[in-house]
C-alpha cells in the first residue's frame, strides 16, 4: 500500500522557519516526482515545489523562491521542505504528493493527508 506521511507543520511566527518531512513507503522511491503543495483556507490548492528522485532537479512556485528548500533523501524515502523567512500568506495545509516521472500538477498519483502550517503576524 502505497503511502505518503506529512510532518513537521506547526505554528511559528513571521519570519520564522519549519521543515516538513514526507516520508513514502509501498513504491519504489528512484525516479518519482514527489511535490508539496498547499491549499489556505477559502483558497483553492497550490503548488509549492517538486523534486524529481531520480536526477535531483527541482522547481519552485514563484511565491516561494528563495525562501523555500526541497531535497529528497533516497536512503530514507523521504522529501524534506525547508521553509525560512515564513510569512503569514504561507498560512495552510501542506500536502505531498508523488508521481512516476517528472509530472508536478493536480493530477499526482499519490497523495498524503496533509500537516498544517500556520504563521503568525
Known amino acids: 500500500e502505497v503511502q505518503l506521511v506529512e510532518s513537521g507543520g506547526g505554528l511559528v511566527q513571521a519570519g520564522g522557519s519549519l521543515r516538513l518531512s514526507c516520508a513514502a513507503s509501498g513504491f519504489t522511491f528512484d525516479d518519482y516526482a514527489i511535490g508539496w503543495f498547499r491549499q489556505a483556507p477559502g483558497k483553492e490548492r497550490e503548488g509549492v515545489s517538486c523534486?524529481?528522485?531520480?536526477?535531483?532537479?527541482?522547481i519552485y512556485a514563484d511565491s516561494v523562491k528563495g525562501r523555500f528548500t526541497i531535497s529528497s533523501d533516497n536512503a530514507k524515502n523521504t522529501v524534506y521542505l525547508q521553509m525560512n523567512s515564513l510569512k503569514p500568506e504561507d498560512t495552510a495545509v501542506y500536502y505531498c504528493a508523488a508521481v512516476p516521472g517528472w509530472y508536478w500538477g493536480p493530477d499526482m498519483d499519490y497523495w498524503g493527508k496533509g500537516t498544517l502550517v500556520t504563521v503568525s503576524s
Open positions: 523534486v524529481s528522485t531520480s536526477d535531483g532537479r527541482t
